[in-house]
């Protein structure tokens, strides 16, 4: 998988523990994709929330402030990756 532009989202956010399991992908995704997501969206913001305990989600805000977040407990960083390509492509 590799990161791509993301022409549909107006914000990403990524929710998650910086020490739970469940989190785990997430924070790998963090370390193996931001830099290159970044790079090919620099007009995103791409926001990373780090909260004790929380469940790990992703946060994408579309045109009009629709927004739409998916859980990505026990994903891995490929897997999250996936779940923001689908929040790109999703039909609001």
């Given at each position: 998988?590799?990161?791509r ?5 107006k914000?990403l ?7 739970g ?8 995704f963090?370390?193996k ?26 946060w ?8 739409k ?9 490929d897997q ?11 039909k609001l």
């Open positions: 998988a590799a990161a532009a993301l022409g549909s989202l914000e956010r990524l929710h998650l523990c910086q020490t399991a469940s989190s785990k992908g997430v924070r790998e963090v370390e994709y931001y830099v290159d997501l970044k790079a090919k969206n620099p007009q995103l913001p791409i926001l990373v929330r780090e909260c004790s305990g929380v469940t790990p989600k992703i994408a805000r579309y045109a009009f402030g629709q927004e977040s998916v859980v990505a407990s026990d994903l891995n960083a999250v990756l996936q779940q923001i390509v689908s929040l790109n492509d999703a």
